[in-house]
């Protein structure tokens, strides 16, 4: 045998030999994943959803480091703050191990705990519960949305603990499993909050967004007489809520839509509702009060435009979630959601005026949980954060995470 034709003799083995390795391994890789895909069951039941194109990145929307300029402050020693309330100077918020806690000259103090340890994992919240909206009443009590056991009134001073509303009561028939934020009148007597599922809680929220369940709900609380009204059904995440200046209407973020909707309390329209605002450049999380009359909300995760938005891409693909979500936990899947940090505020009408961006979350950093965080005591130093002034903004955070943590 000739030299040449011994060479090709052994290219031709090397060629077969690597052939039937990658065939192999192939198959051995496939059939199992085949298998998993065929035989696991999916914890969600996925709805097929539309989404329009996101708005583009302009004008008002403009991108910005303006978020860089903000300053950290209490790093590691809150844990994953949600939403903020202050009383002068001092300030309250709601923290992941089921904590209310004060924060006055510089110092963290627990004022409160809603629930019981240990708070390790996020398997504890039921027992140890998770404070979500927090707001500060006529009184200068605090008002308090629990995700697993309800809405508390809290003294301030004291840490007196009154529970107003328990989720153990089902209300017509369907229980309350994710209670989440909390607006109230001036007077104090009636408070709007959105329960965000009955089916699913806080900890899975994952599968609230991705399965797009429309079991949330907006409803009405009477402090004077007790009762409990639904106010909106079938409402896909109802998150953030803020009442209007005029009183006469609340906010609503329905988060999985990425839209914000409005229902009338009061006036000619009361008992209806519309859209406040649609097709959103992220998802959005908390509502608050701006001090020129219009709105501040967070983008828990954005819809970039140009870019590409995975949610966006599989949202009317049910078969995909179902892979996914059969193959990789909720904290794997949420490790790709996109890191950038993002407040929009809204006018009056609901119109884009500005935008504080930190393209990706480099100081005000948004967590693998879909980042939330609120915006309600920024709004004097957001202004700061405009060209040609100094920057104030400064950041309740954990582990470098600028409120953090659903």
Request: aromatic residues 8%; charged residues 25%.
């Amino acid at each position: 045998m000739s030299p040449l034709s011994f060479a090709k003799n052994i290219s031709t083995y090397s060629s077969k030999v690597f052939r039937v390795t990658f065939v192999t391994l192939a198959v051995f890789l496939i059939i199992p994943l085949l298998g998993a895909i065929v035989l696991l069951e999916c914890p969600i039941d996925p709805q097929p959803l539309s989404f329009k194109e996101p708005p583009l990145l302009t004008d008002a929307l403009e991108p910005n480091i303006k978020l860089r300029q903000a300053e950290r402050i209490f790093e590691n020693q809150l844990v994953g703050p949600e939403s903020i309330a202050s009383l002068g100077d001092v300030l309250f918020t709601g923290t992941a191990d089921g904590k209310i806690v004060r924060i006055e000259d510089g110092e963290v103090k627990t004022l409160a705990r809603l629930g019981h340890g240990p708070c390790r994992t996020k398997e504890d919240e039921p027992i140890c519960g998770r404070p979500l909206g927090i707001r500060v009443g006529p009184n200068n009590t605090l008002f308090v949305a629990d995700a697993y056991h309800g809405i508390y009134e809290i003294d301030p001073v004291t840490g007196d603990v009154k529970m107003l509303l328990s989720t153990k009561k089902p209300l017509e028939g369907q229980k309350m499993s994710f209670v989440n934020d909390l607006t109230l009148t001036r007077d104090g007597r009636k408070i709007f909050f959105t329960d965000s599922s009955s089916k699913w809680q806080r900890r899975d929220y994952p599968f609230l967004v991705m399965e797009g369940t429309d079991d949330g709900r907006l409803l009405e609380y009477d402090t004077v007489t007790k009762e409990v009204k639904v106010l909106m059904v079938g409402l896909r995440f109802p998150n953030g809520v803020q009442l209007s200046p005029a009183e006469d209407f609340v906010l609503v973020a329905e988060t999985t839509l990425a839209r914000i909707r409005r229902y009338y309390v009061s006036g000619l329209m009361k008992g209806g509702a519309d859209m406040f605002v649609e097709n959103m450049p992220g998802f959005p999380d908390n509502i608050r009060l701006s001090s020129s009359g219009g709105y501040w909300v967070a983008m828990s995760a954005i819809r970039p435009n140009p870019g590409f938005s995975m949610v966006d891409f599989i949202s009317e693909k049910p078969w995909i979630k179902r892979i996914i979500f059969k193959l990789l936990s909720q904290e794997t899947v949420m490790k790709f959601v996109p890191k950038y940090s993002l407040v929009i505020e809204l006018g009056e009408t609901g119109s884009y005026k500005r935008s504080f961006h930190d393209p990706n979350a480099a100081v005000v950093t948004c967590s693998q949980q879909w980042g939330r965080w609120s915006v309600t005591e920024s709004d004097q130093h957001l202004d700061s954060l405009e060209p040609g002034n100094s920057p104030h903004l400064k950041i309740a955070s954990e582990h470098l995470q600028a409120k953090a943590n659903t």
